[in-house]
């Protein structure tokens, strides 16, 4: 069995941050991650909110992260954990890479994209249904794309797609947007992204090899080569049950990050938080190590 003193489930800013404070305080700390480094990161085309780095990319700032973890002696691999249980004062989690145990554990596995459980998502999922605008939007070079929600993900994804498509149609359920005004303000003055508010889209129609047009409540359509959906995100929180987590699934932790279970921390946006961003998850991963630290020390372990 392999034993650590930290070991953090997922690699996105949250797990990472964690990972690093942890490191740098003297403990042995281990990140798995099914997908390896970066998490969300990887599906933001241009970050420019992240304090004292200007504008970046999602990737880069994960790349730096990675670097950071490996030159203050995180071990990162990929990997899925399967299952954690907590057996007397250290914790048996079932991995990938066998069976690990921990003083600690640091629970940063994220969110996933919500779907809009429309008629014709599932079928057209890939055949012109995207949950990444820059993974799929190179695809739409100079086509019609129609983008489902009204937070911050639809308006940046928005203005992304606006540089690569013809016509960017952002269709949001309600009067007002969700998003930043900032952001707000910038779609306003981009000449191809138009916006029909107060509607939902009931079906994706298609021809069965592609997505070809949206149909909304009250019968009207938009023709679209592709419906990017970003109306937000549920949490990844079913690995741990018996700890207490909103009605959503987001898990509870108190001002150290830690979960009801003690030794159980949460970072990032598996955790129950009034506003995601990079620079969150990163602060919750430096609370959540320093409480690790905290625990252990308490506890003697
Ligand atoms: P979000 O803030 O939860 O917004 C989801 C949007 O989708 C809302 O406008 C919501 O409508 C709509 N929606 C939810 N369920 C829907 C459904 N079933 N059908 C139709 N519309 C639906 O999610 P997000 O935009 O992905 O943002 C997640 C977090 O990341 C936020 O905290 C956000 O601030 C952060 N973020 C920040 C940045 C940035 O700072 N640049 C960029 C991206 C994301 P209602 O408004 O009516 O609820």
Redesign the pocket.
Known sequence: MKKVDILIVGAGPGGMSAAQYGARAGYSTLVLDPMGPGGQLLY?DA???YPGLGETSGYLLSEAMEKQCASFGVEMDYGAVSSISKEGNLFVSQTDIGEVESKAVILATG?S?????VKGEEEYRGKGVSYCATCDGPFFRGKKVVV??????????ALYLSKLCSTVTI????E?????KA?QDKIAKVGNISTVMGR??VEIKGDGSSVKEVVLDGGETIEADGVFV????VPNSSLVERIAKTENGFVVTDDSMETTLPGLFASG?VRNT?????V?AASDGAKAAHGADEYIRKNNL
């Open positions: 933001i970050i420019e909110n969110a994209h919500r779907h809009l459980g489902a929600g009204g937070g911050d993900t639809a308006l940046t994804d269709v949001h359920r309600r007002e947007f969700r998003a930043q952001l939902n889209i970003f109306i937000g995100t946006d009034t506003f995601r961003q990079v969150t």
